[in-house]
């Protein structure tokens, strides 16, 4: 740690404290580059200037002062630019005591013993209200047994009886519920209670903060009025993006799609009104040759028998096939496609030093989709509202979490990939509640036939689509058969019993289009035979 020059040279020079407020911050994946403007008005000769309260976790190498211009620089000379940091010790609160402190504390202390005498008298509501709703029901348990004895001896019950029991009804229902809104209130209270105790706990602790300032050595040629640009880096920052999007009108085929970027920031310096600029640069990502290793390579005997497994492949579809990126299903940091970007959002922006997550606002586009209703029954057994869109943006979508609105609110979240300016991507927005699925699978045993050196195993897949609602739907179906990669299995689908006279596409996908009429089902069966030669094993 730097500790600060106590020598003759800086008695000689003095320090001059200079105000330099922050004027732009660039956030990246896991650090902030931060800059400062400093106005100055000084003499001939050497000055010692000082910037106080500066981010105490500043990274020193990166720190760089200079002229603002370079008229400026002719006649200011930056001679030394160091980091001072100590610690700053704080003392303990007492109560009784005369300073700022020890009135916060008992400023806080009465609040606190407010906050107790408020929780007592709920806890006494709360106890009377649990003995008025346990008596009520007594009350209420009497009287109706005593009107079911009356009826099985034969007497008359009285035409008031029934009046009585559901005044006692509501008067119960009424206690319990004013029951449940005072626990509530005590929970709530007690919530207050204990950051009130934090605070205070806090207060009355000493602790040591720890304090860094800059100390700028500059040579004037002349007496000048310039600016010095002073740069630094800083950890204990980063920012991600994050999206929402609105189905305009449950009707509608309109998409409002937002993004913000979520900044995080706990360097100990807050950034009050500054020009903010979201980077995807990766600065901490080095440059170095690839590691050479020794490949060994030897003979051996190729196996008559062939070795076969089944794997699950995700298949990735974009706008244009021929530009086509190769893209990694979960990617650490932020997906910008391997482009660099730099976003702004508009007029300045204001981040406190705690830590917690702040939204800021980046762009917005509206764009018509294609709406429909798929079912996709081997992956869940919902039917989906899905809609597909294209980036109407300026720029591209970084990959991140979507929170999906529609007219009753947040519905759900999910989450997208990189989609580039112009790219077409889907949305899901949660399962059409009238609509319900069932999805079976039959396999029969093998078989082959005689003389020949091929098996055969039929499967067959029923799938069950019900409408329960008063209005027709429109679905899309969507099953899978596997897909051979080897010419000693084949894999036929059955067009002729299929339903519809289906058939797979290259990646093994059938649909279907059904119309669901309300109140009513429908049934889908897809069938195929799996062939496979005897020297496969697996």
């Known amino acids: 740690m730097n500790q600060p020059d106590t020598n003759e040279p800086v008695a000689k020079l003095g320090v ?12 990246m994946e896991d650090r902030a580059r931060v800059s400062r403007r400093a106005k100055l008005a000084l003499g001939a000769g050497r000055h010692r200037l000082r910037i106080a309260s500066v981010a105490p976790v500043l990274v020193d190498k990166t720190l760089i002062v ?17 980091v001072v940091r100590k610690l700053v010790h704080k003392g303990a609160g007492r109560e009784g005591g005369d300073s700022p402190q020890d009135a916060l504390i008992a400023g806080l202390r009465a609040e606190l013993k407010e906050r107790e005498r408020q929780v007592r008298e709920l806890d006494f509501e709360a106890s009377r209200l649990e003995v008025l709703a346990d008596q009520l029901r007594r009350a209420y348990e009497l009287g109706l047994a005593d009107a079911l004895e009356d009826v099985g001896y034969g007497k008359e019950v009285p035409a008031s009886l029934d009046t009585q029991l559901r005044e006692l009804r509501e008067r119960h229902a009424g206690a319990v519920d004013a029951l449940f809104d005072r626990r509530a209130d005590i929970v709530e209270a007690q919530e207050v209670l204990s ?12 602790s040591d903060s720890e304090w860094a300032c800059i100390d700028i050595d500059i040579e004037c040629s002349a007496a000048t009025e310039s600016q010095l640009r002073i740069d630094y880096a800083v950890p204990g920052a980063c920012w ?3 999206h929402r999007a609105r189905l305009l009108d449950e009707e509608s085929t309109r998409v409002e799609f937002l993004t913000d970027a979520c900044v995080w920031q706990n360097t100990g310096e807050d950034w009050q009104g500054v020009e ?9 990502l080095g440059i170095e040759a690839p590691s050479l290793y020794t490949d060994s390579l030897q003979t051996q005997r190729k196996s008559s028998a062939v070795h076969i497994e089944s794997r699950e492949q995700s298949v990735d579809t974009l706008a244009a096939p021929s530009e086509s990126i190769a893209r990694k299903p979960e990617l650490a940091g932020i997906d910008d496609g391997g482009v660099a970007l730099h976003l702004r959002p508009e007029g300045i922006c204001s981040l406190p030093s705690d830590g917690r997550p702040h939204r800021i606002f980046l762009s917005k586009f509206v764009a018509e989709a294609k709406r429909e209703l798929v079912c996709m029954p081997e992956l869940q057994p919902t039917v989906q509202l899905a809609t597909t869109l294209e980036n109407a943006g300026a720029t591209a979508l970084l990959a991140g979490p979507v929170d999906l609105l529609r007219d009753s609110g947040l519905v759900g979240r999910t989450k997208i990939l990189y989609v580039a300016a112009g790219e077409r991507f889907e949305l899901g927005w949660g399962p059409e509640a009238d609509l319900r699925i ?3 699978v039959d396999e029969s045993a093998e078989s082959s036939r005689v003389l020949s050196s091929w098996t055969a195993k039929k499967y067959t897949t029923t ?10 739907h429109q679905v899309r179906v969507v099953e ?33 289009q059904m119309e669901l009429r309300p109140r009513s089902h429908r049934d889908i069966e897809l069938h195929y035979v799996v062939k496979k030669h005897d020297d496969v094993v697996g």
């Open 16 to 27: 001059v404290d200079t105000l330099a407020p922050l004027t732009a911050v660039t956030v």
């Open 66 to 82: 200079a002229p603002e211009s370079e008229s400026a620089a002719a006649s200011v000379k930056v001679l030394d630019a160091r």
């Open 195 to 206: 950051r009130l105790g934090e605070r205070i706990a806090h207060l009355e602790t000493p």
């Open 240 to 242: 991600r993006p994050y």
């Open 276 to 284: 903010l600029t979201l980077s995807t640069e990766r600065s901490s």
């Open 438 to 440: 069932r999805r079976e």
């Open 463 to 472: 799938i069950k689509l019900s409408n329960l609602g008063l209005r027709a």
């Open 480 to 512: 899978r058969v596997p897909v051979s990669e080897i010419d000693k299995v084949k894999i036929e689908v059955d067009s002729k019993a299929s339903t519809g006279a289906k058939t797979s596409d290259a990646n093994g996908f059938v649909e279907w």
